[in-house]
């Protein structure tokens, strides 16, 4: 609808023979057609028939014509990201004179999760132009994060050999649990239950870490 085409359609080169496609105006599309405006809704449906038989039935309508919207949000930062602070100031500016001519989603998260991560990181709320003539008071600056597994991943006698064979990590897996214990024994629970398998699971990997 986007781009005013109708796509080919995959796998059905050939039209059915079982079918009459003389009695009314469906067509197979077998190669890529023009789709104009018409004054009316574009509508089209589409189809998704599973191996196992599960089929999904969709019908998509062209939304009416809306203004554009800001892309400027405060609650969603921008991050945008250059070998050095003037590429980062450049970036942006360019950045925000690219949204200005464009009706576009907000792209705090395609930024987030598809640009690269150079030395110097801004983040910006608001309007993309504040980051022009900003301090970089944030940025990247070498520090390490770590994100531990959640709950699922447990099993019973998880780190006993460790345990028993590491003193680093003994020390630091009796500390954890030595600072959990006014809350929870994660020796003696089910660790089925999530408020045992959770702080469990920190402790090891606290430990392992």
Do not use: C
């Given at each position: 609808m986007?781009?005013g ?7 059905a ?5 079982h079918?009459?496609w ?6 197979l ?9 018409t004054?009316?809704p574009?509508?089209a449906?589409v189809?998704?028939f599973?191996i196992?038989g599960t089929?999904?039935h969709?019908?998509?309508e062209?939304p009416e014509p ?10 969603i930062?921008v991050?945008?990201?250059g ?20 009706h ?9 999760r598809h640009r ?11 309007d ?8 970089f008071?944030?940025?990247i ?7 531990f597994?959640?709950q699922?991943?447990?099993r ?14 003994r ?8 600072a959990l214990?006014?809350y929870?024994?994660?020796e003696t629970?089910?660790l ?12 090891v ?5």
């Amino acid at each position: 609808m986007q781009h005013g085409v109708l796509p080919r359609t995959l796998h059905a080169q050939q039209p059915s023979p079982h079918i009459d496609w003389t009695a009314g105006n469906v067509a197979l599309l077998t190669e890529p057609r023009p789709w104009p405006r018409t004054g009316r809704p574009r509508r089209a449906a589409v189809s998704s028939f599973g191996i196992s038989g599960t089929n999904a039935h969709v019908i998509l309508e062209q939304p009416e014509p809306t203004a554009a919207t800001p892309v400027e949000h405060p609650d969603i930062p921008v991050i945008v990201s250059g070998r050095t602070p003037q590429a980062v100031r450049d970036q942006a500016a360019k950045l925000a004179d690219w949204l200005d001519t464009r009706h576009t989603p907000h792209p705090g998260l395609a930024l987030a999760r598809h640009r690269s991560i150079f030395e110097h990181t801004a983040v910006a709320r608001g309007d993309l132009r504040d980051l022009t003539d900003a301090v970089f008071e944030e940025r990247i600056d070498g520090r390490l994060g770590i994100a531990f597994t959640g709950q699922g991943s447990q099993r019973a006698g998880m780190g006993q050999q460790l345990y028993e064979h590491f003193p680093v990590y003994r020390q630091a897996y009796d500390e954890v649990r030595a600072a959990l214990r006014p809350y929870v024994d994660i020796e003696t629970g089910d660790l089925n239950d999530t408020a045992i398998a959770q702080p469990a699971l920190f402790a090891v990997e606290t430990a392992l870490y």
